[in-house]
C-alpha cells in the first residue's frame, strides 16, 4: 500500500500532543505546571472542540494540546493536521482503543488533499504511531473515492475509469470483462447503451471477479457490488441548468464508492467472493440522444418509458441489477448519486438507504453509529411505485409528482431485483460543499466504512 500522507512509524523527534477535551480540560491543566496553566489562561484555551494551543520550549516548541469534543469521533481530531506546524507528534496520554482508533481515522482523514494539478500549499502534520493496517487500508479507500470524483471527466470519463479497475484487478489478481459500445446490446445490456450511445466515448459495463479461483473460495458468500457511474451528466436531452451542471463530474460517485468498497475488501482478503459492476457511461446530448417518450428495452425484459433523461442513473443500474440479480448472490449492495431528493430529505451528510432486507438495513445502521460514518434508512413504501406508470410501457423513469422522488427512484430499482433476494441501495451525495476539518469540499466517501464494517462483521 501506498504511503499515507500524515503518518510516521518513527517518533524519534516527535513532539508530545495532548488530546483533551473541554469537559476533561479543568481536571487536566490542574495537573500541569502554574507556568503551563498561566500559558493556556493566557490564551483563553478552554480545549474547545476544533482548537489548538501550541506550548513553548526552551528551544521552540514543547508540544501543543489539541482540544476535541468526543474522543472516540474521528472527526474530532481532524483538524490537527493542518493545524498544527509541520513536523512529527506523538500522543503524550493515554487513550482507550476505540480513541486510538479514531485519533488514527480523524488525522488520515484530515491529512488529505487532492493534489493532481496542483500542489498542496503545506504538508500535514504527522503522527507518530504504528497505524493499524486495516484502518489504514480503509483510509486509503475513501481517498480512492475522494480522488476519483474530484477528477474532472477529460480525465475521468468511462475509459479512464476502466483503466482505474483494470489496475486494482492486477493488482489484486481479480479477472475482469468489459463489455463496450455495441457489444452491450449483443449481450443485453440496452438500457446501458441508451444512455450513454450518444458520447463520444463509448458506454461500457465493467465486471471484475475475485475470491473464486479455488473450490474452497467458490463456496464462500458471494456479494454483489454495484455503482453508477455516470461521468459526467448533461441531463440529457432534458438538459441541466448550468448550476445543476457544475459539479456533474460528481455523478460516477456510487461508482466511485463501489470501486473503492471491492479494493477495500480484496486488500483486506476478506473471506468472500466479489463481482463489481459499474455501468460506465456518458449522458451527453448529440443526434442520438435518448429523447423523452421513448419506450427503451431492458435486459429483465420490463419495457421502460422515458419520462426524463435526466432520470438516467436508474436507468444504467436496472440493467447492471438484473445481471447481479441473476448471479444469485447472498448480497446485491449498489452505490449511486441517485437523487436530489435525498438531500433534500436528508441533507448533504446522510445517505439514504433503501433495502428489502430489515436484518441487513439494521446491521448497516448499527455499523454507522459504531463507525461514525452514519446513513440513514428510507422506506420502499411500495404504493408510491403509482408514480411510475405509464400508459405505453410496463413503467416510466421518473415520476408522475415532485413527492417522494427518492423513494420512487429506489422502487424503480426494486423493480429489477427479486423480492427473495437481500439487496440495499445507497443514495449518496459523495460531496462537499465547503471545507471542514476531515471533510475538505470536494468529492466524499460516504457510508464506505460503515458498508466495510458491516460486511467484516458478517463474515470475519
Known amino acids: 500500500m501506498t504511503a499515507l500522507p500524515g503518518f510516521t512509524a518513527t517518533a524519534d523527534h516527535a513532539l508530545p500532543l495532548h488530546a483533551v477535551t473541554a469537559n476533561g480540560f479543568a481536571a487536566w491543566s490542574a495537573q500541569q505546571s502554574v507556568t503551563l496553566q498561566a500559558w493556556l489562561k493566557a490564551q483563553g484555551f478552554t480545549a474547545a472542540a476544533g482548537t489548538v494551543a501550541l506550548l513553548p520550549g526552551g528551544e521552540g516548541l514543547a508540544g501543543a494540546v489539541l482540544g476535541v469534543a468526543d474522543a472516540n469521533d474521528p472527526f474530532a481530531y481532524a483538524h490537527a493536521p493542518y493545524a498544527l506546524p509541520v513536523g512529527d507528534w506523538r500522543i503524550a496520554d493515554a487513550l482507550n482503543a476505540d480513541a486510538v482508533a479514531a485519533l488514527q481515522f480523524g488525522w488520515g482523514l484530515g491529512s488529505y488533499r487532492y493534489t493532481r494539478y496542483r500542489d498542496s500549499a503545506r504538508a500535514p502534520a504527522r503522527l507518530a504511531i504504528d497505524l493499524d493496517e486495516d484502518i489504514a487500508a480503509q483510509i486509503a479507500a475513501c481517498f480512492r473515492v475522494r480522488d476519483l470524483i474530484n477528477t474532472p471527466t477529460e480525465h475521468m470519463g468511462p475509459d479512464e475509469m476502466e483503466a482505474v479497475v483494470r489496475e486494482i484487478s492486477i ?59 455516470v461521468c459526467f451528466d448533461t441531463g440529457g436531452l432534458d438538459i441541466k441548468a448550468a448550476a445543476g451542471m457544475r459539479n456533474m463530474k460528481k455523478d460516477m460517485g456510487g461508482a466511485a464508492h463501489a470501486i473503492a468498497l471491492a479494493e477495500l475488501i480484496m486488500a483486506r482478503k476478506l473471506p468472500v467472493r466479489i463481482t463489481l459492476l459499474v455501468p460506465a457511461v456518458e449522458n451527453a446530448i448529440g443526434p442520438n440522444a435518448y429523447r423523452p417518450g421513448e419506450v427503451i428495452a431492458t435486459r429483465k425484459g420490463i419495457s421502460v418509458e422515458i419520462d426524463n433523461t435526466d432520470a438516467e442513473g436508474r436507468i444504467v443500474l436496472c440493467d447492471a441489477l438484473a445481471y447481479a440479480a441473476e448471479q444469485s448472490p447472498q448480497l446485491i449492495l449498489d452505490f449511486a448519486t441517485l437523487t436530489g431528493a435525498a438531500r433534500i430529505a436528508l441533507g448533504p451528510d446522510l445517505p439514504a438507504l433503501f433495502s428489502n432486507d430489515d436484518a441487513l438495513a439494521n446491521e448497516w445502521l448499527a455499523a454507522g453509529t459504531r463507525q461514525s460514518d452514519p446513513l440513514w434508512r428510507m422506506p420502499l413504501h411500495r404504493p408510491y411505485m403509482r408514480y411510475l406508470s405509464s400508459g405505453i410501457a410496463d413503467l416510466a423513469n421518473a415520476s408522475s409528482s415532485t413527492m417522494a422522488g427518492c423513494i420512487t427512484a429506489a422502487l424503480y430499482l426494486d423493480r429489477f431485483v427479486p423480492a427473495e433476494q437481500p439487496w440495499a441501495h445507497l443514495d449518496v451525495y459523495s460531496w462537499n460543499d465547503s471545507d471542514r476539518p476531515g471533510r475538505p469540499a470536494g468529492g466524499e466517501a460516504q457510508a464506505l466504512r460503515s458498508c466495510y464494517a458491516m460486511l467484516k462483521a458478517r463474515h470475519v
Not at 461500457?204 to 473460495?217: A, K, P, Q, Y
Open 171 to 229: 493488482a489484486h489478481g481479480a479477472d475482469l470483462d468489459v463489455l463496450t459500445g455495441d457489444d452491450l446490446l449483443t449481450h443485453n445490456f440496452p438500457a446501458i447503451h441508451a444512455v450513454g450511445r450518444a458520447s463520444h466515448r463509448e458506454p461500457r459495463l465493467i465486471v471484475l471477479h475475485w475470491g473464486g479461483n479455488t473450490d474452497e473460495s467458490r463456496a464462500r458468500p458471494h456479494i454483489v457490488i454495484v455503482g453508477k457511474g
